[in-house]
């Protein structure tokens, strides 16, 4: 069983920052592209970014696009988002995610992914 732990979650007042991890074991990590996803109370999930296997291709959704970068160490099987100038709209519990299908080049698509983390509260109050 794959496990993915996220951590770095917690709170942080508009415009401020934040820094998410997710780690995971080695061998099923170093293959694979990651993302993040969201859900916000009474919200469906939703997309933030994607990586692919070697960090060069990296997607994000529009509403986080400029403030939030992803990044991955696979030396140490992590990867980071690190949000900047955060909004309250961004106030979710936030998911990490591995995709073996997709390693080339990164997946949008929440179903593409093999394994879950059991996501870490972000909360941004104005």
């Known amino acids: 069983q794959v496990q993915l732990v996220e951590s770095g979650g917690g709170w942080a007042q508009a415009g401020g920052s934040l820094r998410l991890s997710c780690a995971t074991s080695?061998?099923?990590?170093?293959?694979?592209?990651m993302g993040w996803f969201r859900q916000a109370p009474g919200k469906e999930r939703e997309f933030v970014a994607t990586i692919n296997w070697n960090g060069l291709n990296t997607y994000y959704a529009d509403y986080v696009k400029g403030r939030f970068t992803i990044s991955r160490d696979n030396a140490k099987a992590t990867v980071n988002l690190q949000m900047n100038s955060l909004k309250p709209e961004d106030t979710a519990v936030y998911y990490c995610?591995?995709?073996?299908?997709?390693?080339?080049?990164?997946?949008?698509?929440?179903?593409?992914?093999?394994?879950w983390g059991q996501g870490t509260q972000v909360t941004v109050s104005s």
């Open positions: 995610a591995i995709s073996s299908l997709y390693g080339i080049s990164g997946t949008t698509n929440p179903n593409a992914y093999d394994y």
């Open positions: 080695e061998r099923t990590f170093s293959r694979g592209a």
